[in-house]
């Protein structure tokens, strides 16, 4: 993890709302041979007495599954818009260019989860994605054998976050004027460009009214 000051959120509050508003991570550990694996998921955030906890499911005999298994130590990675900068923006212009990104990483160990945890975990999901439980996809509208068939395919987890990284690279070392003219030029490119735009841009207003 890139570790410098001006980097940093000036709060916890603002690396919990960026987890929750990219709550698909790549989810990273080791077998038992020590080859890492990884896989991408959704995860859920959860608070209980002080501690953070991620729930998630997976399928059941993927390699990853099985390393988990194995091996409980795993990190989970939350990152968001990122891109390119160039060194036009900079005055001098003949220098190098740099890598915009904001990410989170979440240490923590792994503990499965029974039928009766998979099946709660499968609701809070449902309803949380889909934005609450009066959705024709709600898991109440299901058929029981449906759902049961599906849960013989996948395990839950609960993952306790027992360190907590982020870097949130967005020009705060470079003079106001730049990140403008940076900005200017990322709301002209793709779509990532304009979702790095959009992060810039809040970053710089946090900061103007701190």
């Known amino acids: 993890m890139y570790t410098i000051s001006y980097f940093k959120a000036k709060n916890q509050e603002d690396v919990l709302a960026f987890m929750q508003a990219h709550p698909f991570v790549v989810l990273c550990g080791a077998?038992?041979?020590?080859?890492?694996?990884?896989?991408?998921?959704?995860?859920?955030?959860?608070?209980?007495n002080g501690k953070m906890f991620l729930q998630a499911h997976s399928m059941r005999k993927q390699a990853h599954t099985?390393?988990?298994?194995?091996?409980?130590?795993?990190?989970?990675i939350f990152h968001g818009a990122h891109g390119y900068i160039s060194a036009q923006h900079y005055e001098p212009q003949n220098t190098a260019g740099?890598?915009?990104?904001?990410?989170?990483?979440?240490?923590?160990?792994?503990?499965?989860?029974?039928e009766d945890g998979l099946y709660q975990l499968l609701e809070e999901l449902t309803s949380h994605f889909e934005g609450g439980s009066h959705t024709p996809a709600s898991m109440s509208l299901m058929s029981?054998?449906?759902?049961?068939?599906?849960?013989?395919?996948i395990v839950a987890f609960e993952i306790e976050?027992?360190?907590?990284?982020?870097?949130?690279?967005?020009?705060?070392?470079?003079?106001?004027?730049?990140?403008?003219?940076?900005?200017?030029?990322?709301?002209?490119?793709?779509?990532?460009?304009?979702?790095?735009?959009d992060a810039m841009k809040k970053n710089l207003s946090d900061h103007s009214n701190h």
């Open 31 to 48: 077998d038992s041979n020590g080859m890492p694996v990884a896989t991408h998921l959704p995860v859920l955030i959860k608070e209980r």
């Open 66 to 76: 099985v390393a988990f298994e194995k091996n409980q130590q795993v990190l989970a």
């Open 98 to 114: 740099t890598w915009n990104y904001s990410a989170v990483h979440a240490n923590g160990t792994l503990r499965l989860l029974d």
């Open 144 to 153: 029981k054998e449906y759902i049961r068939d599906n849960m013989k395919a």
């Open 161 to 197: 976050v027992t360190a907590l990284n982020h870097v949130f690279k967005l020009s705060q070392n470079k003079p106001e004027k730049t990140k403008l003219q940076i900005i200017q030029h990322l709301e002209k490119g793709t779509p990532e460009n304009k979702a790095l735009a």
